[in-house]
């Protein structure tokens, strides 16, 4: 199975240290994008988001987290790492000391951890969703009424591959479509 | 007559340095005087937030914060944060919140933080870029058993043309409720264009969008206005002059499409500004229209009226009647009686018939831009060209079938009843008036539909108007002698004045509404000495004016900010 999972993590991305982007649409308000990564030793990894779009979406944050340890995180730092992103696009840029892999959450601003590692949760975890089409955002413009897209797009230049980690619903189809699979190769050996 | 006509300036221990933060050469004599070196201190510290705060648009459980945040270096997004409490001294917390601001917005913030009590005076602060800002003071709107209102009126705020010192007194009186402004709030004139004891930035007539953002920029650094704002909450539409001088919905006077571009961009640029800048709360989903209503429990509903860029038909170009005030015009000029020329477009007009009628209110205040009585001046040859002549074809006499569609529904008809207790405040022409309002006062005669000036019999409601804060009115006429020639004419008005800057105080109980005019001694330089002038009321019922009395503050009002 977890031969499977990274079969399945190739064909999303690429190998060798690249330029990848990755999007989706986010519903909530409290919705959390994971997304794992791997690097080599020496890579300067850049990470940011492009998706704001002057308020078209919502406004992003990201986490950058190693073995479930917050290490980094950043709200509105975009525009520092690449002029493609906007005044409330979410950037971040490492360089990695040893190879390794890397857990990335990209949520909506303020969204907050609670604390200094992944598992105590965030700001909003307790909440009823809200959709963000109908979420007024902290950080929105009141004149304008905006930041109610839940489109996202997150860019990573050096890293080797990248994948967005399918929530928990996502994982049970995959465990059900790969038990049909293993059930379909149980039969065809029975015959 | 026993009543106070003069009110002494307030001495207290900063009023020299408001005295030179307000003056022009406050720069210079900081300089030159080292015992005020620490405001130019403390001035550095408030750089952050040196547009002050403001609020606006108060309802029963919710009031727009506002401030703009100066970075010290140019940044792609900010974090501010608001605090909300019962007290000055933010000990006393009911709210905390978090914000940010970017340069799309002109780093401008603005919140509706919502959860607030009803008829509940709150002080706020916000904080960015590790720095505090100004303590400001605000008021929610009351539910039920509201028994006053007490608010100041303005309009026709000039920064080229003087000293807000209007704003300076209105932000001394602890007991006001809100202040309305009806418009003119800024101006877009260039250098010397219109006033010069001030100069404009930018220098030039304001017509793009960094040109609109730099002119709110100074009219919120001048310090009365921080003091008003930082007092009160602030109920505001727009005049032309937001935008440029005698507007409609598809043009102005003061706009060159051959040199200044498209209109409808203009309009764009200059109210994305507009509500970057100022306290308000976008209503109808069509930042071109911002008319709305603000019921003040069951005592008062504030109707606040969009005259220029939603609807507005042109102003009539046909005034060929020589008068004093200029070419007039009369009701058989060609284009006047076009039932399709409008002031408010269908939806609003239907809006606030349907609000006439239906409000529980007692009393209903129409917060709108321009005069709603009639304004006539004889003509000047009157053997060849005999009669009274409508001098102002940009105020309500302009839109006369629009004006009598609303004296219809006030008037009431098979299904409808009979609206009272109408009260009408204005701006636009930086003077005083006070009339009865009806569709024709020129008619002598009750019996036959007039109106009769002894009595005001026949009045269908009143109107106020305010001065302005600063922009010139008739300043020649020193002796009173147009003011009471154009009385002579229009037998409505009960009161006009031609050459005093101030502001209205309106005072509103259950049984009546007084109106006090109020006026400053000069714009030409800061100054704290202000005058009562005269008050007219209206009674429950009566739905005309009658002389009144100075009104007194009231006791124990909420602390002011700080």
């Known amino acids: 199975m977890r031969q499977l999972i990274a079969i399945a993590l190739l064909a999303a991305t690429s190998a060798q240290a690249a330029d990848l982007s990755l999007s989706g649409q986010a519903v909530n308000h409290n919705d959390k994008v994971v997304i794992d990564f791997q690097v080599a030793a020496g890579s300067t990894v850049s990470l940011w988001t492009d998706s704001w779009q002057s308020g078209l979406n919502f406004d992003p944050q990201l986490f950058l987290t190693r073995s479930g340890a917050i290490v980094n995180a950043d709200d509105d730092g975009g525009s520092f790492v690449n002029a493609g992103a906007g005044y409330f696009d979410a950037g971040l840029q490492f360089t990695a000391a040893a190879a390794g892999s890397y857990r990335l959450v990209l949520n909506a601003a303020s969204n907050d951890a609670l604390g200094a590692s992944l598992g105590d949760g965030f700001a909003y975890d307790g909440d009823t969703p809200i959709a963000l089409a109908s979420w007024n955002q902290p950080s929105y413009d009141f004149n304008a009424d905006d930041q109610k897209g839940g489109f996202w797009r997150l860019h990573l230049s050096g890293v080797e591959q990248a994948a967005v980690v399918p929530e928990p619903a996502g994982w049970a189809l995959l465990a059900a479509g790969l038990l049909s699979l293993s059930l379909l190769s149980r039969t065809r050996r029975q015959r | ?562």
């Not at chain 2, 102002?392 to 207790?421: C, F, H, S």
């Not at chain 2, 509103?508 to 006090?516: K, L, P, Q």
């Not at chain 2, 714009?523 to 009395?549: C, I, W």
Request: charged share 20%; glycine share 10%; with cysteine.
């Open chain 2, 1 to 562: 007559m026993g009543r106070p006509t003069k009110v002494q300036p307030v001495r207290t221990g900063n009023s020299r340095r408001d005295f030179f933060k307000r003056s022009s050469a406050g720069a210079a004599a900081l300089v030159a005087a080292p015992a005020l070196l620490p405001m130019g201190a403390q001035a550095a510290v408030n750089a952050v937030f040196q547009h002050g705060v403001a609020s606006g648009d108060p309802l029963s459980d919710r009031v727009i914060l506002w401030t703009r945040v100066t970075p010290a270096a140019p940044k792609p997004a900010i974090t501010v944060t608001y605090v909300i409490a019962t007290d000055p001294a933010l000990t006393q917390v009911v709210l905390r919140g978090t914000t940010k601001t970017n340069p799309g917005r002109d780093y401008t913030v603005k919140v509706d933080p919502v959860g607030l009590k009803p008829a509940t005076t709150y002080y706020y602060q916000f904080t960015a870029e590790g720095t505090t800002s100004p303590v400001g003071r605000t008021k929610t709107l009351p539910t039920t058993g509201a028994q006053s209102l007490r608010m100041a009126v303005v309009s026709c705020s000039n920064h080229a043309y003087g000293y807000f010192n209007a704003y300076g007194r209105i932000a001394a009186r602890a007991d006001l409720d809100l202040v309305m402004h009806l418009g003119d709030y800024i101006y877009e004139y260039g250098a010397g264009q219109y006033g010069n004891v001030r100069t404009p930035e930018p220098a030039h007539e304001m017509v793009t969008l960094a040109d609109y953002r730099m002119r709110h920029a100074q009219y919120k650094r001048d310090a009365d206005s921080q003091a008003m704002h930082r007092q009160h909450p602030l109920v505001a539409i727009w005049d032309d002059h937001e935008i440029t001088n005698d507007g409609w919905k598809d043009g102005a006077q003061n706009h060159q499409p051959g040199t200044e571009g498209d209109w409808n961009a203009r309009v764009a640029v200059g109210l994305q500004a507009y509500y970057e800048w100022m306290p308000v709360r976008p209503a109808n989903g069509n930042l071109r229209d911002n008319h709305r209503g603000f019921a003040y429990g069951d005592l008062a509903d504030l109707l606040m009226l969009e005259e220029r860029l939603s609807a507005r038909s042109q102003q009539l170009t046909t005034a060929i009647h020589p008068t004093a005030f200029g070419a007039g015009f009369a009701t058989t000029d060609p284009g006047y009686g076009d039932p399709s020329r409008t002031l408010l477009g269908e939806a609003q007009e239907t809006w606030l018939i349907n609000r006439l009628r239906t409000t529980p209110a007692r009393w209903k205040l129409l917060g709108q831009g321009v005069m709603f009585a009639q304004l006539k001046a004889p003509g000047t040859d009157q053997v060849k060209d005999p009669g009274l002549y409508f001098i102002n074809g940009d105020q309500w006499d302009g839109y006369e079938p629009a004006r009598n569609r609303l004296y219809a529904a006030i008037k009431g008809d098979a299904t409808n009843a009979k609206v009272d207790n109408l009260v009408v405040l204005t701006g636009d022409i930086h003077s005083s008036w006070a009339a009865d309002l009806h569709p024709n006062p020129y008619n002598p005669s009750v019996a036959n539909g007039g109106y009769d000036k002894a009595t005001g019999a026949g009045s269908l409601g009143v109107e106020f108007v305010g001065t302005s804060v600063s922009s010139p009115g008739v300043d020649t006429d020193t002796t009173g002698g147009v003011a009471g020639a154009i009385r002579f004419y229009n037998p409505h008005f009960k009161y006009v004045q031609l050459t005093r800057r101030g502001y209205m105080l309106m005072d509103v109980n259950r049984d009546r509404v007084v109106g006090e005019w109020w006026y400053v001694d000069t714009v030409a330089s800061p100054s704290n000495v202000e005058t009562f002038a005269t008050a007219f009321e209206v009674r429950q019922g009566e739905n005309r004016l009658r002389p009144s009395a100075q009104t007194p503050s009231r006791a124990n009002p909420p602390l002011l900010a700080p």
